[in-house]
Each structure stands twice: as structure tokens, then as C-alpha cells.
Antibody, heavy 116, light 106 residues
């Protein structure tokens, strides 16, 4: 399973790191994807990371805006912002990528609320 | 980036109806197309992967077909728990992209 960190309420300009703790499978051998869902909107793929070697691929819209990382010693993946904007207000999901490139296990989501 | 377009964006249906949702890719994605179901307040759930393969535990009333640029998700007999939003997603090339969603309402 994937268990995400809790709701965050922040102000514009603040930094933030949210986490996704994996258990029950070999963390290092599956990509972990991050997906954003803004209020009332659809799903957006942000990027993913291979914890085995920390290779990361970003959607161009998120490149430079967030940093995706992972610590395989504690089977946890992260998304980090250095300077939040109100437009970062959203639900963020992590999900495991299968060998067939589906997202088969999802975290429960982390709500990030940013006020200006 | 590959654009994914779903139709319709929303629809009204009744229990027992047969439902088809379509998804079109802006270029060929072979069979690298997945379908997800999302109910309000919940994380998405994988239904179909590689266009036509049913994810474990998903009822057989769900099926997927297609290849190249055109794909369909079919629900053979709509059940009350199927009222949700459905998304297609291509995993052929990064950046992976989702369709805009199809909301199925009573």
C-alpha cells in the first residue's frame, strides 16, 4: 500500500515536502508517479521516479516547479516545493506504476491548500 | 505531448444501461491506454490496462478495446456503484497524459 502524509495548509512563498510511504512490495523496483488534481478538475500527471536509481521524469509543466525524490532506505517518495503559489492548491496522489505501465496502487491523497 | 480527448464529457444513464465511453489520442499510442474510475473523495482506481486487460478484482461488466488512436470503455450493465468519473490515460510516451474525464450520472 501507499500511505501519504496529511493535509497541509500553507502560505504563498513557503516551502513544503509531502510524502508517500510504500509497504508490502519491493519499493526499489517500481516507478512511483505523482498526479495532481486541482479542485473540481481532472487528473494531471506530474512525473515519476524510479527509486532504485532515483531517475526522475517530469511533465514539462511541472519541471522546475517541483522536485520529486525518493529515499529507498525508508521506502518513501516525496514531492517538494521551494516556493508555493496559490495555484498549487490541489489534491496530490502518488501511485505505483506496474510493468504494464498502469497505476495500480494509489495513495489516499494529500490535500495542499495555499493561501495568498 | 500526446493529447487525450474523451467523449462525452458527461452523460446521464440508468441502472442496467449499456455504456460506452470513447478516448482518442492525438497520435498512435499502440495499446498503451489505461482506464480509471474515480468516485467523489476517493483516489482513482485502475480498471483496464493496455487497452483491454481487466485489472484484478474489477467486475467483468467492464471491458476495453481499441488500439492506435481510438479506444473505448464499455460497461455492459450499469450498476449503482458505477456512477463515477472515468479517465483514460496514455502510457506510450512521457509525459503521460490523461483525458479530461467522463462523468457518469444518474
Amino acid at each position: 500500500q501507499l500511505v501519504q502524509s496529511g493535509t497541509e495548509v500553507k502560505k504563498s512563498g513557503e516551502s513544503l515536502r509531502i510524502s508517500c510511504k510504500a509497504s508490502g512490495y519491493r519499493f526499489s523496483t517500481y516507478w512511483i508517479a505523482w498526479v495532481r488534481q486541482m479542485p473540481g478538475e481532472g487528473l494531471e500527471w506530474m512525473g515519476f521516479i524510479y527509486p532504485g536509481d532515483s531517475e526522475v521524469r517530469y511533465d514539462p509543466s511541472f519541471q522546475g516547479q517541483v522536485t520529486i525524490s525518493a529515499d529507498k532506505s525508508i521506502t518513501t517518495a516525496y514531492v517538494q516545493w521551494n516556493s508555493l503559489k496559490a495555484s498549487d492548491t490541489a489534491m496530490y496522489y502518488c501511485a505505483r506504476v506496474t510493468g504494464d505501465n498502469g497505476l495500480d496502487v494509489w495513495g489516499q491523497g494529500t490535500v495542499v491548500s495555499v493561501s495568498s | 505531448d500526446i493529447q487525450m480527448t474523451q467523449s462525452p464529457s458527461s452523460l446521464s444513464a440508468s441502472v442496467g444501461d449499456r455504456l460506452t465511453i470513447t478516448c482518442r489520442a492525438s497520435q498512435s499510442i499502440n495499446f498503451y491506454l489505461n482506464w480509471y474510475q474515480q468516485t467523489p473523495g476517493k483516489a482513482p482506481k485502475l480498471l483496464i490496462f493496455t487497452a483491454s486487460r481487466l485489472q484484478g478484482g474489477v467486475p467483468s461488466r467492464f471491458s476495453g478495446s481499441g488500439s492506435g488512436t481510438d479506444f473505448t470503455l464499455t460497461i455492459s450493465s450499469l450498476q449503482p456503484e458505477d456512477f463515477a468519473t472515468y479517465y483514460c490515460q496514455q502510457s506510450y510516451s512521457a509525459p503521460w497524459t490523461f483525458g479530461q474525464g467522463t462523468k457518469v450520472e444518474i
